[in-house]
């Protein structure tokens, strides 16, 4: 069910409708003008509970949303048309491979890769938090993502892949292409800083050989955990930055990831890796501040998008972290935040257990 809301927002639409007008920032057309609309377009009729994450699968247009209440997803076909139809799906094993998740990201090959917010309190039944917890890796195809291995016969669900250096992960986002298919960075929770990790070649579903991961950690590159509060990743393949909300910080940080030189790490590892190391003199910048709790980013030409859980907000922040408009939502607790292939940006609401679009 589509539910249409006309936006009536104050001192933010000169600004918006001035940055329109000026066209030196096309892409803050996408908050539009006082006209403009928020476009409720999932619901809890659909199986929300809260959702922390959206993202549009690149080959199919399907829209996955992660939703940390039942540690699974709600994917809508054809999101937003009147054809539009939503399906909640939860892997066997979901307790593990996507508890608590906080964020999806999309790679080649029709897969993608969830972060959990979780010191891991299941394997093979409760158990006391040992922080064996990392990303996991998914086929999206909907033959094997949530159907196969489900039965418990030797197969540990769909999972296709999963690496466990990073309790407590806030946010994930595929690491800049050219590069590796299965590689993204994180923010790391526990431990307070930014981690690369490379599944390489996958285990298939349900296996559990991850003996050629590699895990690079960026301890430079701080930040803060608000609990409950994703804190997104979304790297720019043309430049090669990797933006971070920093969600305890307020603010987004940026690292170069072509900077800096890896050193093994000799003990801590949590499993056998192909390699696990420290990357040390890395470039990494403050690239936004005054924000309250930052959360969602989204990257679109010339402008990132970041969504303020504390007040609402979209802000739109050119490539000099020169803020260029904002938009309020008015949403309770936003999080996730997307641009999708209609041109438009997406965002969810935890608290209200909505997706939006804006309509500009």
Known sequence: MLIFLLACTGADSAKDT???ASGAYGTVALFGGDGRALTTIGTADDGLVFPRDLTFAPETGLLWVADAAFAGTVIYMDAGEASQAAEVRVDAYGAHFMDTVSGLAFGPDDTFASCQESRDDWNEGPQAEDDFMGPSLWDADLDVYAVVGQTGDELEGSHIDMLHESPLCMGIGHAPMPGPDNAYFVFDGLNGHVVYYDFQADHGPGNGDHTDGIVRRYEEATVTRVEGVPGHVVADDATGWVYVADTGGGRVLRLDSAS??????RSGAHERLEEYSRVEGVTVETFATDLGEPSGL???GEVLYVGDHATGEIVAYDM???ERGRLATGATSLMGLEVGPDGHLWYVD??????????P
């Open 18 to 20: 001035a940055d329109t």
């Open 260 to 265: 800096g030189e890896a050193s093994a790490i």
């Open 298 to 300: 989204a990257l679109f």
């Open 320 to 322: 000099d972290g020169m």
């Open 350 to 359: 935890a608290g209200a257990a909505t997706v939006t679009r804006v309509d």
